[in-house]
């Protein structure tokens, strides 16, 4: 059976002056995947995702989302349609609470219009039960710490309801406990049926929970495919990850073939 294409960028393409961030990406999402976005820095992978969901004036190119033109939309109207994403650099509301923050992404998402204030706290305690973070929920957010402000701005896309959920770096500055707990919710609110890409430095995360691999450098596509297969392609290896990480995957591959 042929793959439900969610989401499909055609040739974006974004300037910053004379530079090219983006340059010419295609790329498609299939319903209910899990990907990972993985490049350098500044190899343009937030711009992409800021160009994606109206964040961002894209150059030229075309997005479509379920087979609609959502070229050049602004970030309210792609939220209100399914799209969500977290920030790299969490930007919680400080002086409300962590329930206040996550009921503010329900009355903002793809049934935001519809909910009142109670409906919108409602929704907030269920996802913060799913989250794990009902014990919190009365705290201001600038009480938290880095863990669970990463995981608030989680909660506050799922709020949201999104059918397709960008995820960017939800995992950086997380110690190795951390990043497996990060991992666990990951791959659960993919199983919730959302659809989503993850923008992640974190190869343990990449290898660990995506299914499908997207590479970018200098704005531009090197390679997709697996996890293995992009962990090892040589272009990958050069421009990103290294000979070390290579040797340390090797050795681990070894020591757990010897148990």
């Keep these: 059976m042929e793959k439900e294409v969610v989401l499909e960028a055609q040739r974006v393409t974004k300037h910053f002056g004379g530079l090219a961030a983006v340059q010419e990406v295609s790329m498609k999402i299939y319903r209910g995947e899990l990907l990972g976005l993985i490049g350098p820095n500044g190899a343009g992978k937030t711009t992409f995702v800021n160009v994606i969901t109206g964040m961002l004036p894209i150059t030229s190119g075309k997005v479509h989302f379920k087979g609609k033109d959502i070229t050049g939309w602004s970030a309210y109207r792609i939220g209100r349609i399914g799209i969500a994403r977290t920030f790299q650099i969490v930007k919680p509301f400080r002086g409300m609470t962590v329930r206040e923050n996550v009921a503010v992404g329900a009355m903002f998402g793809h049934k935001g219009k519809e909910r009142s204030t109670k409906d919108a706290l409602r929704k907030a305690d269920e996802v913060l039960d799913f989250v794990e973070m ?44 951390e990043i497996e707990s990060a991992m666990e919710l990951v791959r659960r609110v993919n199983q919730q049926g959302i659809t989503l890409l993850v923008i992640e430095h974190v190869m343990k995360a990449i290898a660990g929970v995506t299914e499908r691999v997207f590479v970018l450098n200098f704005g531009m596509e090197l390679a997709q495919g697996t996890p293995e297969e992009v962990l090892n392609h040589p272009e990958v290896i050069k421009a990103y990850l290294g000979e070390k990480f290579v040797e340390r995957q090797k050795r681990q591959q070894q020591l757990r073939a010897n148990g």
């Design 134 to 177: 009902s014990h919190l929920r009365d705290k201001h957010a600038d009480e938290l710490t880095l863990p669970y402000l990463k995981r608030l701005e989680l909660a506050k896309t799922l709020a949201m309801e999104p059918e397709l959920l960008f995820l960017d770096e939800v995992m950086a500055g997380l110690n190795p406990k």
